[in-house]
């Protein structure tokens, strides 16, 4: 597998993951609005990807614990709350997807594997493998930050949702992405921001 992580380690970039941003029952929020308010935190190279909770940019250098706070109170502008914001350097997401996680389960047409992203470290260490017989759902292993869930069909053919199992189980406010969209999100990032001056 080629390194992605080496590539983006220079760079600067982040990216914001927004929970509950354009899913049923939740705010909709135009991806214009999301790139003005990070602009307006000082965020350069702002652009959204796949769908507007997954948020690219650059913050100003040695500034990033300020500038994440400057975007949540700019996002409560937009949203009409405080939303849950989850920060990984673009670097620690190629890490995550060069690491391999879920091994050959990539490959298995019948399951579905996820990401879930953490605000914080439970305060209890976190077991794996924990398993959700009825939801035929495993949480398959964690670096305390994220958490890798595997899910298989249930009898009905359908899917559980990972999200609000991982943070009933943890206590930690969580927002989940699937394996396949964080591995694009690597590459888009790998490639788009390469062609930006650092």
């Known amino acids: 597998m080629r390194s992605t992580s080496r590539s983006l380690s220079k760079r600067g970039c982040h990216l914001a993951?927004?929970?509950?941003?354009n899913a049923r029952g939740h705010a909709s929020v135009h991806a214009a609005a999301?790139?003005?308010?990070?602009?307006?935190?000082?965020?350069?190279d702002v652009r959204t990807y796949i769908?507007?909770?997954?948020?690219?940019?650059?913050p100003p250098a040695g500034q990033s614990a300020a500038v994440f706070a400057s975007i949540r109170v700019a996002l409560r502008r937009v949203v009409g709350e405080t939303p849950i914001v989850l920060f990984r350097s673009a670097r620690e997401l190629a890490l995550l997807v060069d690491a391999?996680?879920?091994?050959?389960?990539?490959?298995?047409?019948?399951?579905?594997?996820?990401?879930?992203?953490?605000?914080?470290?439970?305060?209890?260490?976190?077991?794996v493998p924990m398993e959700w017989p009825?939801?035929?759902?495993?949480?398959s292993a964690s670096t305390?930050?994220?958490?890798?869930?595997?899910?298989?069909?249930k009898p009905d053919g359908s899917y559980a949702i990972p999200n609000p199992l991982i943070e009933s189980a943890l206590g930690v406010p969580a927002t989940t992405r699937s394996w396949s969209m964080v591995s694009k999100l690597v590459e888009l990032t790998?490639?788009?921001?390469?062609?930006v001056g650092d």
């Open 34 to 44: 999301l790139v003005t308010a990070f602009e307006s935190a000082g965020c350069t």
């Open 134 to 139: 009825a939801e035929a759902m495993t949480m």
């Open 17 to 21: 993951f927004l929970r509950a941003i």
């Open 190 to 195: 790998r490639e788009e921001y390469a062609q």
């Open 144 to 153: 305390g930050r994220e958490v890798f869930i595997v899910s298989r069909p």
């Open 51 to 58: 769908q507007s909770g997954n948020v690219a940019f650059r």
């Open 100 to 127: 391999n996680p879920f091994g050959a389960l990539r490959d298995d047409p019948a399951t579905k594997l996820h990401v879930g992203f953490l605000s914080r470290r439970p305060w209890q260490p976190i077991e």
